[in-house]
T-cell receptor, first 114, second 113 residues
């Protein structure tokens, strides 16, 4: 039990599908993050939410749409993805944005776009 | 953007050997963190360092915050098969409190028994 739960663990979707990734934390953290992890690449920060407000969007294509309805839940809505979007998508949370106590990561969603 | 140079990229060692990896940057950091990622899982925090020169241990793991605040290293002693995984360094820039962590590219460790 990591404290951050991601569902689903695995997802295969066609390029015309619409799907959503879910992240949930009950650690009382105020900041949540989406990262993309591709093979042989560093972790890529996609979005940062602090107190449910999006504070960073690192030039992510519009086919990725985040949603943070409350401080415990974070979604990543996916539509018309490309094969190169196949990767491990990691959610993380921290006490506050930029907390020096580090992030708690979920187990990730392994996404395959066909 | 800012980058952390993590080396080596990968290591293949025998069980029982000691391991050393490091991260360097041209920028000064307030905080250094070391994570381990098991296959199919998310990274898990191993050690956090908050002060230049700080040396912290967690079992067989030892990490140090470099005196210059621009580097950190992680040592694993007497490696075992379950040490296999990807080790990431991460840092928070000084004095930019409130910014997201910066991650290294990771060191992939393989241990043969």
């Amino acid at each position: 039990e990591t404290g951050v739960t991601q569902t689903p663990r695995h997802l295969v979707m066609g390029m015309t599908n619409k799907k959503s990734l879910k992240c949930e934390q009950h650690l009382g953290h105020n900041a949540m993050y989406w990262y993309k992890q591709s093979a042989k690449k560093p972790l890529e920060l996609m979005f940062v939410y602090s107190l449910e407000e999006r504070v960073e969007n690192n030039s992510v294509p519009s086919r990725f749409s985040p949603e943070c309805p409350n401080s415990s839940h974070l979604f990543l809505h996916l539509h018309t993805l490309q094969p190169e979007d196949s990767a491990l998508y990691l959610c993380a949370s921290s006490r506050d944005r930029g907390s020096s106590y580090g992030y708690t990561f979920g187990s990730g969603t392994r996404l395959t776009v066909v | 953007g800012q980058q952390l140079n993590q080396s080596p990229q990968s290591m293949f060692i025998q069980e029982g050997e000691d391991v050393s990896m490091n991260c360097t940057s041209s920028s000064i950091f307030n905080t250094w963190l070391w994570y381990k990622q098991d296959p199919g899982e998310g990274p898990v925090l191993l050690i956090a360092l908050y002060k230049a020169g700080e040396l912290t241990s967690n079992g067989r793991l030892t990490a140090q915050f470099g005196i210059t605040r621009k580097d950190s290293f992680l040592n694993i002693s007497a490696s075992i098969p379950s040490d296999v995984g990807i080790y990431f360094c991460a840092g928070q820039l000084a004095p930019q409190a409130g910014t997201a962590l910066i991650f290294g590219k990771g060191t992939t460790l393989s241990v043969s028994s």
